[in-house]
T-cell receptor
């Protein structure tokens, strides 16, 4: 596609519910990143994929957070048993060889 | 470890005035530096980046930034503010130009007064 596509754009979850956020990167982009942006803060790194390999997951805040990219293209960020502190905008970015980062518009997650 | 400090969470300027948004970084390796702009409910858009070479970097929409290694700074400037520049601006540092995570500052909200 022409850009990085994220869905849904908005998600309201009840506390304790599981959610899945999708990122469709630019075709051919090898690298894919997930960031969490809390209200009034800068984005913070969550995890990084190179193709289907998850090379860095040091930013995932707890074992309730899980990300996958099974075929090296679309990625899903899953949050289990959501808590209020998980409320944030989740940004996905992709980059390819010799290209910088392109960010998606994000998914705004609100946990009530 | 890398980190970014953006001085001033809010900056207000008059239309036509100079814009100066400050960014200082910390990095144990030669840094790659970026400025992004974020409009409400949108993703991040790259304004400019410093990789290697010329320390004065020109970006889109009339913005530029100067890499000063001795001051560990990468301040963003624009000679004349426009109403459309009102947005949130993020400075970021990375170990590579691409394929490596970005470490962001907390952001600066720019307000432009008419």
């Amino acid at each position: 596609g022409a850009g990085v596509s994220q869905s849904p754009r908005y998600k309201v979850a009840k506390r304790g519910q599981d959610v899945a956020l999708r990122c469709d990167p630019i075709s051919g982009h090898v690298s894919l990143f997930w960031y969490q942006q809390a209200l009034g803060q800068g984005p913070e790194f969550l995890t990084y994929f190179q193709n289907e390999a998850q090379l860095d997951k040091s930013g995932l805040p707890s074992d309730r957070f899980f990300a996958e990219r099974p075929e090296g293209s679309v990625s899903t960020l899953k949050i289990q048993r959501t808590q209020q502190e998980d409320s944030a905008v989740y940004l996905c970015a992709s980059s390819g060889t010799n290209y910088g980062y392109t960010f998606g518009s994000g998914t705004r997650l609100t946990v009530v | 470890a890398q980190s970014v400090t953006q001085l001033g969470s809010h900056v207000s300027v008059s239309e036509g005035a100079l814009v100066l948004l400050r960014c200082n970084y910390s990095s144990s390796v030669p840094p790659y530096l970026f400025w992004y702009v974020q409009y409400p409910n949108q993703g991040l858009q790259l304004l400019l980046k410093y990789t290697t070479g010329a320390t004065l970097v020109k970006g889109i929409n009339g913005f530029e930034a100067e890499f000063k290694k001795s001051e560990t700074s990468f301040h963003l400037t624009k000679p004349s503010a426009h109403m459309s520049d009102a947005a949130e601006y993020f400075c970021a540092v990375s170990r590579m130009e691409y394929g490596n995570k970005l470490v962001f500052g907390a952001g600066t909200i720019l307000r432009v007064k008419s």
